[in-house]
Each structure stands twice: as C-alpha cells, then as structure tokens.
C-alpha cells in the first residue's frame, strides 16, 4: 500500500481546541491549548469527539499528545464554577460528565490502536485521557497525579477509576487516590499506567516504533484482537459503574456547594 504523504488536517470550527496530522495510516491529534496546560474543557471534549467519530477508516493507529510543556493539567475548574453559577443542580456538570465518559470510551474501543505521547504533567481528566489508549509512552521527567478528593471531587471522570484498577490494582490505586501525591514517570510505569518511558526527546522515536509494526497488520485482525483484548479486560472486573460518574460528580459538587452556602 502506498504511504499517504503527511498533511496537516485543517482546524475548522469543531476543532479549536486541537492539532491534527495525518501521515499514512497514522493520525496524531495534539491537545492544543498550552497557554491553558491543555486543560480539559466541553469545548475541547466535544472537539476530541468530533475527531473520533469522523476518523478514517484507514487510520491504524492514533497518537494524542499536548501542545507546549505539560500533557494535560487535567478538568477547567473554572468551568466548572461556571456551571454551577448557570445551574445549581448540576446540570451542566452532568453534561460534561457524560461527554468525558463518551471520549474515554472512543478511545478505547477505537478500531485503531490508540497511543498516549505523554510529557510533563498528567493530571486528573489528563491522566485518565492518557489511561483509555491502549499503548502509553511517558518522558522520563514526566509526573502524574489524582488531586481529586483534595478538590473536594470524587475520582469519577470518564470511567478513570476501574480502568485504573483493572490495570494497576486495587491496593495502589487506594494508596494514589487516597493521598493525591505527585509520583513519576518510573514508577507510572511500575505500575503498568505506563509501558515505556525515554528521554522527552525519544518520544516521537517510541511512538514510531509501536506505530511501524501495527500499521502493516491486517485490519480485520488488527480490529478482532483490540475487541478480545478489551471484551477480556472489561470481563475481569468485577463492577463497572463508572456509568454513573457524570451523576456523582454533579451531586458531591452540588452538596458541597450547598453545604458552603448554607454554613
């Protein structure tokens, strides 16, 4: 098969919040609001899910990555002010809750096999984004962190958590949620949250090295085996209720709101 030449996918009005590039059978899409770390808003979820859903059937693998110095510093706290200042009930926050869980989902059961370029931080939604890619390459001064409970949050975004413990295990991710400490690129990838970690300057070679041998894979078992390898993971646990994340953050951040207001 001839290799498409690279070009750069043209940013239109679904697509401001994102960098896309096509070469060959490869499609990166690069976060791109650094002078925001790239942080996770509605606008940049309902761009991640236009990309996903209007994806080349041709596309074997898909690369996400940030823009500027960190990966993702994780959810707009800011926005979310904003929807409770809209609607107290929580409403919007539901909303956005849903739309974190569709783009997770898209990326894991995306018929490509999906790469998380990490660098800098990854934090909270960040790590989560990072964490539904099948494949997930880290520099080495790379650092992650769950700041959720110390937020007054519940860890419930965009089915983090028992994607976290199907591949950590339930007594570390006890120990990371609970504690919301900072831990490094060597230690995500003692604990499986990353396969490999090299040099930032190392990261595009990573990625090439996983992307050359998978893009000349026949599609239809390229396909089949990513849909055993998640049937086979999604089997092993026990319960899955990440369905309800969006409901849970709305109501603990609508009770703590409450609970501020009414002293």
Do not use: Y
């Given at each position: 098969?001839?290799?498409?030449?690279?070009?750069?996918?043209?940013?239109?009005?679904?697509?401001?919040?994102?960098?896309?590039?096509?070469?060959?059978?490869?499609?990166?899409?690069?976060?791109?609001?650094?002078?925001?770390?790239?942080?996770?808003?509605?606008?940049?979820?309902?761009?991640?899910?236009?990309?996903?859903?209007?994806?080349?059937?041709?596309?074997?693998?898909?690369?996400?990555?940030?823009?500027?110095?960190?990966?993702c510093l994780g959810g707009d706290r800011g926005?979310?002010?904003?929807?409770?200042?809209?609607?107290?009930?929580?409403?919007?926050?539901?909303?956005?809750?849903?739309?974190?869980?569709?783009?997770?989902?898209?990326?894991?059961?995306?018929?490509?096999?999906?790469?998380?370029?990490?660098?800098?931080?990854?934090?909270?939604?960040?790590?989560?984004?990072?964490?539904?890619?099948?494949?997930?390459?880290?520099?080495?001064?790379?650092?992650?962190?769950?700041?959720?409970?110390?937020?007054?949050?519940?860890?419930?975004?965009?089915?983090?958590?028992?994607?976290?413990?199907?591949?950590?295990?339930?007594?570390?991710?006890?120990?990371?949620?609970?504690?919301?400490?900072?831990?490094?690129?060597?230690?995500?990838?003692?604990?499986?949250?990353?396969?490999?970690?090299?040099?930032?300057?190392?990261?595009?070679?990573?990625?090439?090295?996983?992307?050359?041998?998978?893009?000349?894979?026949?599609?239809?078992?390229?396909?089949?085996?990513?849909?055993?390898?998640?049937?086979?993971?999604?089997?092993?646990?026990?319960?899955?209720?990440?369905?309800?994340?969006?409901?849970?953050?709305?109501a603990v951040v609508t009770e703590s709101r409450?609970t501020r207001e009414t002293g």
């Open positions: 098969m001839t290799a498409l030449p690279l070009r750069v996918l043209p940013t239109g009005p679904l697509q401001q919040t994102l960098r896309t590039r096509r070469e060959g059978a490869v499609l990166t899409v690069e976060l791109n609001t650094p002078e925001q770390g790239n942080t996770v808003t509605d606008a940049l979820l309902d761009d991640l899910l236009a990309v996903l859903q209007d994806q080349d059937p041709a596309v074997r693998v898909l690369v996400l990555t940030g823009s500027g110095a960190d990966f926005e979310f002010t904003r929807h409770l200042a809209h609607d107290p009930t929580g409403s919007g926050i539901r909303m956005s809750g849903t739309k974190a869980r569709r783009v997770c989902d898209a990326l894991t059961s995306n018929p490509a096999v999906t790469i998380a370029r990490v660098h800098g931080k990854a934090i909270g939604a960040g790590l989560a984004l990072a964490l539904a890619c099948d494949l997930r390459v880290g520099a080495e001064d790379a650092t992650f962190r769950l700041p959720e409970l110390a937020l007054g949050l519940p860890t419930a975004w965009g089915g983090l958590l028992p994607r976290l413990i199907s591949e950590v295990g339930a007594a570390r991710v006890r120990e990371l949620v609970l504690t919301g400490r900072a831990f490094t690129a060597a230690e995500a990838q003692s604990l499986s949250i990353l396969q490999k970690v090299v040099p930032e300057h190392e990261l595009d070679t990573a990625v090439a090295d996983w992307a050359k041998p998978i893009v000349r894979r026949p599609p239809a078992a390229l396909r089949v085996t990513k849909t055993l390898l998640n049937s086979l993971s999604g089997a092993s646990r026990l319960a899955d209720v990440s369905v309800l994340d969006a409901e849970l953050m709305a409450h």
